[in-house]
């Protein structure tokens, strides 16, 4: 396999909500169990659109996750990253992939557990990567650097590479570190590979990855870099990200990213120095095909899905309306400013901000449902906020 550039997978968290796989809210990938026929057919469509890594859904796959705020799902999290890690290694072996098992934040960090509690949620998810020998691990999807740090130097007693991405954005994670120390942190505690993924558009994704690349080398570190972006335009998000923004999570489309936009992003990536380039919520297949179409002469190969996609729209030049047809062609698409077809609605949102982040009673969890008290509160709340806004 050429690993010059490496192309990730998309969201399968979304992805399979939208495909009624995986229930929005807790989002969590139990669908690895009682649907596995669903989680092998996404595994394949990312891998005939062109992705190297099929990443084992094992998203919020700990078992303080599963059995968050009412969850009764009677499915350990031993369970669910198994079943993971096998469908991705049966998917893998069709094409010529590789296979990442990966953590993510937990419920116990966000309710002040000690580092001894939180890394031992990380240790019985590495035992299951580790029996099922998966080629490297990821720890993603982190919105503070001290658990990246902790999930990190548990990942790397395997042996195995280890990459770290963090769901940050220019501003740093949700106590202000920078990107540039976030990376030099996350390099410091053993991975090999560092950079972002999910909460923010392409675009802002990889400028904090080059901020991250910064820091790196600014402090006489080496590493290789990572992006994984939402496939949403967000320019009005603030430091925590689509989360904030009112449409989350089923108000989004509209804010979709074309293939095209993609293109641009695969590019811009490549030119940052990013080598391991792929997508989190929203990308679907289409995405990534993109994307390695637009590093196909880098990569020196074309994906087998390209057989059903003209370059650039040239399969429109056999539609039977000329006008279609005249659109077969790079600068029209290049070109093309996309309407929404919504009149009434604004350009931008305003993110809610209620600027809690771990330590805040508000996001303390627990396994019991959430009461008609809490959702008193939070209602209560985001009204204050409104207000104030």
Known sequence: MDLSVVIGDGGFVFALEKRGYVKAGPWTPEATVTHPEAVRQLHREFLRAGSNVMQAFTFYASDDKLENRGQTLRITGAQVNEAACDLAREVASEGDALVAGGVSQTPSYLSCKSETEVKAIFKKQLEVFMKKNVDFLIAEYFEHVEEAEWAVQVLKTSGKPVAASLCIGPEGDMHGISPGECAVRLVKAGAQIVGVNCHFDPMTCVKAVKMMKEGVEKAGLKAHYMVQPLAYHTPDCNCQGFIDL??????????????WDMHKYAREAYKAGIRFIGGCCGFEPYHIRAVAEELASERGIIPPGSEKHGMWGSGLEMHTKPWVRARARRDYWEQLM???????????????????????ADLLQHKEATSTQEMKHVLEMQKKVKTSA
């Open 246 to 259: 009112p449409e989350f999570p089923f108000g989004l489309e509209p804010r979709i990213l074309t293939r």
């Open 338 to 360: 996309p309407a929404s077809g919504r009149p009434k609605c604004p350009s931008f949102s305003t993110p809610e901000g209620w600027g809690v982040t771990k330590g805040h």
